[in-house]
């Protein structure tokens, strides 16, 4: 089955910096690639996703980066805020449609120092 | 905004009893998911059913485990007996695979067995 590694455990920025998370996954039939932000007490939230077919996305100040040839990903946040700090997990399917069962990784802390 | 509803949000039982988690997924969205999240684990998948019929629940433990949708409004995740391992926080999520969009999750069910 999938394997997803994310890196790192915690990721500690100053306000307004970049926060970079990265993630791989060892299955290369795995087409669709959310990121999901936690906050304490909820459950999950979708944030961004991307499908094998398109190598960048962005929205805002966040944007995810997939490599399919390295299988690869990874969560970019520009100018952080404090409403930032969270946990963010990676997670891939091989369905490409968001409809199956995702594999998750086991989150970064991410903390925004001000 | 739809949201997936879990009930009830806290429970605490003793060893022994059951416990049965209920979870009312997004109107239109024909694909259920139950995740279960522990610090050493992480987030991993239960079960997850389509259009009501159960798909995958190979990561449940099926000697005190069940999962039903006994209708498209309600889906249930019974534990029975309960022991102290089971203590984690459980997640209900919803998706639509004719949408393709990313699941989204309840706010969870912390159970606590003691």
């Known amino acids: 089955g999938e394997n997803v590694e994310q890196h790192p455990s915690t990721l500690s920025v100053q306000e307004g910096d970049s926060a970079v998370i990265k993630c791989t996954y060892s299955?290369?039939?795995?087409?669709?690639f959310p990121w999901y932000k936690q906050e304490l007490g909820k459950g999950p939230q979708l944030i961004i996703d991307?499908?094998?077919?398109?190598g960048e996305k962005k929205d805002q100040r966040i944007a995810v980066t997939l490599n399919k040839t390295a299988k690869h990903f990874s969560l970019h946040i520009t100018e952080t805020q404090p409403e930032d700090s969270a946990v963010y997990f990676c997670a891939a399917t091989l369905s490409g449609g968001g409809a199956d069962g995702l594999t998750f990784g086991k989150g970064t802390h991410l903390i925004i120092q001000p | 905004d739809a949201r997936v509803t879990q009930t009830p949000r806290h429970k605490v039982t003793e060893m022994g009893q059951e416990v049965t988690m209920r979870c009312q997924p997004i109107l239109g969205h024909n694909t259920v998911f139950w995740y279960r999240q522990t610090m050493m684990q992480g987030l991993e998948l239960l079960a997850y059913f389509r259009n009501r019929a159960p798909l995958d629940d190979s990561g449940m433990p099926k000697d005190r485990f069940s999962a039903e949708m006994p209708d498209a409004t309600l889906a249930t995740l019974k534990i029975q007996p309960s022991e102290p391992r089971d203590s984690a926080v459980y997640f209900c999520a919803s998706g639509s695979a004719r949408t393709g969009y990313g699941y989204t999750f309840g706010s969870g069910t912390r159970l606590t067995v003691v």
């Open positions: 991307i499908r094998s077919n398109v």
């Open positions: 299955d290369s039939a795995s087409n669709y």
